[in-house]
């Protein structure tokens, strides 16, 4: 069954998804990576699910944000400290979301993400957690901040192609909608 998709709520669900797992992967990576390495691979994987989210919502190819993808995971390599990659992660994601996956010659939508990063980067880069724990509602506070890019631009729901191929549950809905609206 194809059902609508709702960016907010789907990116405030993928975010606590990538709070909960990101120690998982830090810890499965820290036996592979010395140093730091393993968080700003963890780091990249959240960014890395969340630009394919953003893709697959505008009907983009997933390789469209292989390039952006692949210079921040190089860029994990070469960094050495966790507030510059986490700022760098916040700007490649804005390159994802507003060049690639919705792109609009709109000024306001550079000033859109240019307060989303300032948003969700300062915290972090002032109040650098010193351990893996607090990292969770970390991530999970990221992308309840990205998740207003949608409040703002008023992407409500991304809708399927075939309207027969919806939900039985969410048609039913629409129709007892309908006719409560009619009394």
Not at 158 to 180: C, K, M, N, S, V
Request: charged share 10%; with cysteine.
């Amino acid at each position: 069954m194809i059902t609508s998709q709702h960016p907010i709520r789907t990116t405030l669900f993928f975010g606590l998804i990538c709070g909960l797992s990101f120690i998982p992967f830090k810890l499965a990576l820290g036996y592979l990576l010395p140093g730091s390495k393993p968080m700003y691979l963890a780091l990249w994987l959240s960014v890395a699910g969340y630009s394919l989210l953003l893709s697959r919502w505008n009907k983009k190819s997933i390789l469209s944000s292989g390039f952006p993808l692949l210079l921040l995971l190089v860029m994990s390599f070469l960094v050495n400290s966790l507030a510059t990659y986490y700022l760098l992660s916040l700007v490649f994601l804005s390159w994802i979301r507003s060049e690639i996956c919705f792109p609009n010659p709109d000024g306001r939508k550079l000033i859109v993400e240019l307060l989303l990063c300032i948003l969700g980067g300062v915290p972090v880069v002032v109040f650098t957690p010193a351990f893996a724990s607090a990292w969770v509602p970390g991530i999970w506070m990221f992308f309840l901040i990205q998740a207003l890019f949608f409040a703002i631009f008023e992407m409500k729901a991304i809708a399927p192609e075939d309207p027969y191929q919806t939900d039985l549950f969410e048609r039913a809905g629409r129709q007892a909608e309908a006719i409560l609206s009619d009394l």
